[in-house]
């Protein structure tokens, strides 16, 4: 076995050298765990404490010159657990295992990039550019995802542009031949976002179109997102608004979503806060929900910060919304009508 093993290694170093000519693999992630106390507000399911991975991930990517200004890409990024419940990161399509996060092959030049594979839907991305709590207690996924507007999809061809003095752009097809009615048996759908990036400003806006039956008896979902974001001096304020329509596929289920944070740092220290806010459906009264967060990041490097958040979400009636969801992990379910709210300390580590 030894010998085996120094054989190995010392193939490893004559191939080394070659292999680094060509191309180059970079591996990062960062590690993200929370020791939480959640109290679902539901009697089957009460307050409990326990370990949360919060979209604990590695990843493993690289590029290579083809001449030109062309280069390929590549990525695989894999979610991982340590606390027994997975990152349960459903808002965004994903789960523990090899490839469960953005994972693709592409081209990259003065022409922009192209990706096939999985990756977040740049409709996805306005709503993780304003959230202040994102991978924690109180993100923003709790209320934007319900629907399925927060997607990471497989089978996905996407585009973004070049960077035009701040100005970029996004287009992405996707598509599920085997997850739609049983009438058709098909989903696939599309999404769009332009972003604007200059000095203290930013703004984003977006369309997702999912044809849920193409043809069949559900209607498609469509929803329309718009961020902003502006920075003085040290304080951050974030805004985010959603319009959606038809909600996965029930014709009039539309709602609308917004939310407003503000962060601020003060040497090594943080002091954040966010509220959002989901109305009722238009087809079924009670339905609605308000999530406020509030939290404090104390950096200990450039790589290290430690976490603290509390996080409370108010169901109307019969609202079933959660404050622990996106891509926190543990998440346990709430009843109609709870208010589930939980406190989390944890250590983020990225490398």
């Known amino acids: 076995m030894k010998k085996s093993l120094i054989a190995l290694a010392v193939a490893g170093a004559f191939a080394a050298p070659a292999?680094?000519?060509?191309?180059?693999?970079?591996?990062?992630?960062?590690?993200?765990?929370s020791v939480d106390y959640l109290d679902s507000d539901n009697a089957?399911?009460?307050?409990?404490?326990?370990v949360s991975s919060n979209a604990?991930?590695?990843?493993?990517?690289?590029?290579?010159?083809?001449?030109?200004?062309?280069?390929?890409i590549w990525q695989v990024q894999t979610y991982f657990s340590a606390g027994g419940t997975g990152n349960n990161d459903t808002a965004s399509g994903g789960a523990d295992g090899v490839g469960?996060?953005?994972?693709?092959?592409?081209?990259?030049?003065?022409?922009?990039?192209?990706?096939?594979?999985k990756n977040e839907s740049p409709f996805k991305l306005l709503s993780r550019k304003v959230d202040l709590f994102g991978n924690q207690i109180g993100d923003s996924r709790n209320l934007t995802a319900a629907g399925g507007f927060d997607l990471r999809p497989n089978n996905q061809i996407a585009y973004t542009t070049p960077d035009m003095s701040g100005l970029t752009g996004a287009v992405s097809y996707f598509s599920n031949l085997d997850a739609g009615p049983a009438?058709?048996?098909?989903?696939?759908?599309?999404?769009?976002?332009?972003?604007?990036?200059?000095?203290?400003l930013m703004l984003g806006l977006g369309y997702q179109k999912t044809n849920n039956s193409n043809g069949g008896a559900a209607e498609d979902s469509t929803a329309w997102r718009l961020n902003a974001g502006y920075m003085i001096g040290d304080l951050?304020?974030?805004?985010?608004?959603?319009?959606?329509?038809?909600?996965?596929?029930?014709?009039?289920?539309?709602?609308?979503?917004?939310?407003?944070?503000?962060?601020?740092?003060?040497?090594n220290i943080t002091l954040k806060g966010q509220?959002?806010?989901?109305?009722?459906?238009?087809t079924a009264a009670n339905t609605g929900a308000d999530m406020w967060a509030l939290g404090v990041d104390y950096s200990l490097s450039k790589r290290t910060t430690l976490q603290f958040a509390y996080a409370e979400t108010d169901n109307d009636n019969a609202g079933t919304f959660s404050a622990f969801g996106g891509g926190h992990g543990d998440n346990p379910g709430t009843s109609a009508g709870g208010n589930p709210a939980g406190f989390s300390v944890g250590v983020v580590h990225t490398f």
């Open 19 to 33: 292999f680094a000519a060509t191309s180059n693999v970079d591996i990062g992630g960062y590690m993200n765990f």
């Open 183 to 200: 009438l058709d048996n098909s989903v696939d759908g599309w999404a769009v976002a332009a972003n604007y990036a200059n000095g203290p």
């Open 44 to 50: 089957a399911n009460g307050g409990n404490v326990g």
């Open 236 to 267: 951050k304020l974030v805004g985010f608004y959603q319009n959606a329509s038809d909600i996965l596929g029930v014709s009039g289920a539309d709602r609308d979503t917004w939310g407003l944070g503000a962060g601020y740092k003060m040497g």
């Open 56 to 72: 604990s991930n590695i990843y493993f990517k690289g590029s290579e010159d083809l001449g030109g200004g062309l280069k390929a």
């Open 100 to 117: 469960s996060g953005n994972t693709f092959v592409g081209l990259a030049g003065g022409f922009g990039t192209v990706i096939v594979g």
């Open 275 to 282: 509220y959002y806010s989901a109305d009722d459906l238009d």
